[in-house]
């Protein structure tokens, strides 16, 4: 089975970095005619280019998910998507109190907000049509609470009850939700931190983190099993950060 996703439309955000990215060209590799999205227009080409000749096809739509005028382009764009792989995110690492306002409210604003607005959007097509498979990228942090991550993991409680409610409504009219709740990765999302004390923490790790291929070939997974076969929640870390 070459191409287990041959002539499904794959809407795949996130997909000019780490986790969405590789989604995106898995997808593609396995059949799929895939949409990739993100705001960075240059980066989805190289993402193009990466994917290659394939069984399937990739093709870019770059926009800012915070728009509700872009999502609604962007589902209009896109055709009959039969699966929705939700991965674009943003993390802010942070002792509580030194967040600012405007870094809470932009996790909440994509993490939440937004893939709540593009799911819907896409969740009411599958109904219709009677079928589909969403994908939300959680976290363990959807269950449990870190020191520094407070609000992210506050974004991930949130999105993990959409994915809970979704599935117990949609469900019955064909559509399936699969939670993907993983721990560390290696990407780009922590890049940006510069809080002394959250990159001692971050170093003081001693383990080898995920590499969002790993991710990928789960998402595949779940995409792939039997019709009757939902993976509701799927809980990933890597092998020496068991708990
Ligand atoms: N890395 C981890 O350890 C880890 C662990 C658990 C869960 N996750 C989750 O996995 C998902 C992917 O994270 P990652 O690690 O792959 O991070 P990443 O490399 O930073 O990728 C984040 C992606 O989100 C997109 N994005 C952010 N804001 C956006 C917006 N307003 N509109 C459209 N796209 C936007 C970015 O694209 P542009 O910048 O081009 O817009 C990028 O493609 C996130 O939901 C994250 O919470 C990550």
Do not use: W
């Not at 915070?66 to 055709?79: H, K, M, S």
């Not at 009219?173 to 990765?185: A, N």
């Amino acid at each position: 089975m070459s191409a287990p996703l041959r002539g499904r439309i794959a809407l795949v955000t996130g997909a000019t970095s780490g986790i969405g990215r590789a989604i995106a060209i898995t997808l593609a590799r396995a059949g799929a005619q895939v949409v990739a999205t993100g705001r960075r227009a240059a980066e989805l080409e190289l993402v193009i280019g990466e994917t290659g000749p394939c069984e399937g096809s990739i093709r870019a739509i770059a926009g800012d998910l915070d728009d509700p005028a872009f999502a609604t382009q962007l589902v209009r764009e896109a055709g009959p998507i039969d699966i929705l792989s939700n991965n674009a995110g943003t993390l802010s690492y942070a002792p509580l109190l030194d967040l600012t306002d405007a870094e809470c409210e932009a996790m909440f604003r994509t993490n939440v907000l937004a893939t709540l607005r593009l799911s819907r959007q896409v969740a009411a097509g599958m109904v219709q049509r009677g079928g589909g498979h969403i994908v939300m990228m959680t976290s363990l942090a959807a269950r449990e609470i870190y020191r520094f991550g407070v609000i992210y993991a506050a974004t991930k409680h949130a999105l993990t009850a959409i994915a809970s409610g979704m599935r117990l409504e949609l469900q019955g009219q064909g559509v399936r939700v699969t939670e993907i709740r993983t721990g560390m990765v290696a990407t780009h999302m922590r890049d940006r931190i510069s809080h002394p004390e959250v990159l001692a923490t971050v170093g003081s790790r001693k383990y080898d983190p995920l590499t969002a291929q790993e991710v990928a070939d789960v998402v595949l997974m779940a995409l792939t099993t039997p019709e009757n076969a939902c993976l509701d929640i799927v809980e990933m870390r890597p092998r020496k950060a068991a708990t």
